[in-house]
């Protein structure tokens, strides 16, 4: 299985700050990255895939860079809209599809 | 516009089975791929098993296998996760999820079903 290694697992910040979340795969998974957002009692809602592409509607604060085994998810100029669980998923291989442990980002 | 729509929250005794729905709508149901995943209480997301658009693969994580039974209907756009056996650490909020390709991520989610195992 392809495991994903969420850095750091809990941060803490203020409106305005930049923040920057890091998922390290345990081999090669090219660009076959995706990251979600989840607001607590709400499903996932994707935001990033292929590493960098911005889904539909989400805000261009967001972006997200990487391939082979390190990628990360960047928030410029967190909103209050913003505080929430971040997730990084590997679509490489379904056998299994893996996420990482998750990033909660709470308000300073 | 496309939305998944779960069925309500389930209480279940242990060894119980639990049947989930997820009825599709706003797209072609039988043109993309679906997933489940769930969500144990205060815990991170893990995959369970995936249908191909034509309903004849699917593929079940390896902790699911034998327990784990994903069916549907396209008479009414709806996925069935059916799950046997059940234990306390199946206790979980369960998701159904679109996906356009194997490889790709999951754009659009169900609102979740909570399962509660308790005797």
């Known amino acids: 299985d392809i495991q994903l290694t969420q850095s750091p697992s809990f941060m803490s910040a203020s409106v305005g700050d930049r923040v920057v979340i890091t998922c390290r795969a345990s081999?090669?998974?090219?660009?076959?990255l995706a990251w979600y957002q989840q607001r607590p009692g709400k499903a996932p809602k994707l935001l990033i895939y292929?590493?960098?592409t911005l889904q539909s509607g989400v805000p261009s604060r967001f972006s997200g860079s990487g391939s082979g085994t390190e990628f990360t998810l960047t928030i410029r100029s967190l909103q209050p809209e913003d505080f929430a669980t971040y997730y990084c998923q590997q679509v490489k291989s379904y056998l299994p599809i893996t996420f990482g442990q998750g990033t909660r980002l709470e308000s300073k | 516009q496309v939305q998944l729509v779960q069925s309500g929250a389930e209480v279940k005794r242990p060894g119980a089975s639990v049947k989930v729905s997820c009825k599709a709508s706003?797209?072609?149901?039988?043109?993309?791929?679906m997933h489940w995943v769930r969500q144990a209480p205060g815990q991170g997301l893990e995959w369970m098993a995936i249908i191909n658009p034509d309903g004849d693969s699917i593929t079940y994580a390896r902790r699911f296998q034998g327990r784990l039974t994903l069916t549907r209907d396209t008479s009414t756009s709806t996925l069935y996760m059916e799950l046997n056996s059940l234990r306390s650490d199946d206790t979980a909020i369960y998701y159904c999820?679109?996906?356009?390709?194997?490889?790709?991520?999951?754009?659009?989610w169900g609102q979740g079903t909570l399962v509660t195992v308790s005797s």
């Open positions: 292929a590493a960098s």
């Open positions: 081999q090669d998974i090219s660009r076959f």
């Open positions: 999820a679109r996906a356009t390709l194997s490889y790709s991520p999951f754009d659009f």
């Open positions: 706003g797209y072609t149901f039988t043109s993309f791929h």
